[in-house]
């Protein structure tokens, strides 16, 4: 979460630090439960979740609610719920049927308690259970982020931010899996992935174009190259993500080898 959010200084800062202080130990297991557990699943939902929580620095809206005083299509039927229900956690709840659901859903009386909705370790959960009821972890198997954002957002604001969160959460979440295969030795080979440009770039493409795949080798990671990489992912039984990371690199060098 630190890796991808920007950085704040400040009262901020301060705030940052204590939401992702809450959440980290629950974030692995919270995910998991949600079955948000490959890479471009948890790099989707890092993404979306820093853009709507303003970088992870706050969980609760900043504006005061007034403009959701009397939306009977969130079912704010009583004087006062536009501020009472106002948008907070890190996918924002918002209105009072809406704190009522997911409150039923997760067994906590979030209607009767709406500022529960702002508490970091909750919120994290409400965000998945929004996730689970919008059927949004197969639209992240397509790495489909327009379909993503207009289920979270029903548009596309703040498109290229999330894009920029979504980047930089698969380069760390490859980071941290390239760590795991060998802690003493980082690997020295980038990971690559939709938007990469360069020498490694051009090094993928050649080894693809060898073992079949009709790429132009311009050292330019687009849409071809990352499909190509998804088929060869496919058919020796990797993760799907179209990312270049220490197992597909090796797979790559071994293939090529064999040919």
């Excluded at 132009?216 to 058919?235: C, H, K, N, Y």
Aim: glycine fraction near 10%; proline fraction near 5%; charged fraction near 25%.
């Amino acid at each position: 979460m630190r890796a991808i959010a920007p950085h704040f200084t400040g009262q901020a800062g301060v705030r940052q630090a204590q939401i992702i202080a809450e959440v980290a130990p629950v974030l692995q297991p919270t995910l998991e439960s949600f079955e948000i557990k490959t890479m471009l699943r948890i790099a989707n939902f890092l993404a979306q979740t820093c853009h709507e929580s303003a970088g992870y620095r706050t969980t609760e809206e900043f504006a005061s609610g007034d403009q959701y005083e009397g939306r009977l299509d969130l079912g704010n039927t009583h004087p006062g719920d536009g501020r009472r229900y106002k948008g907070r956690g890190l996918l924002q709840l918002t209105g009072r049927a809406n704190y009522r659901t997911y409150g039923e859903a997760l067994d906590v009386d979030l209607e009767g308690n709406p500022l529960l909705a702002a508490e970091p370790a909750l919120s994290l959960r409400i965000a998945c259970e929004f996730w689970k009821r919008h059927k949004i972890n197969p639209d992240c198997d397509r790495d489909d982020i327009i379909t993503v954002t207009k289920k979270i957002n029903g548009g596309l604001n703040g498109l290229a931010e999330r894009r920029t969160f979504l980047a930089k959460a698969k380069n760390e979440l490859a980071r941290i899996e390239a760590h795991r295969i060998d802690g003493r030795h980082p690997d020295p080979r980038p990971v690559l992935h939709r938007g990469s440009v360069g020498e490694a770039v051009g090094t993928v493409q050649t080894m693809l174009r060898k073992l079949g795949f009709e790429l132009a080798i311009d050292q330019d990671f687009g849409p071809a190259t990352e499909l190509a990489v998804t088929e060869f992912q496919r058919a020796h039984s990797l993760e799907v993500d179209g990312i270049v990371g220490p197992k597909t690199w090796n797979a790559l060098e071994q293939a090529t080898r064999s040919t």
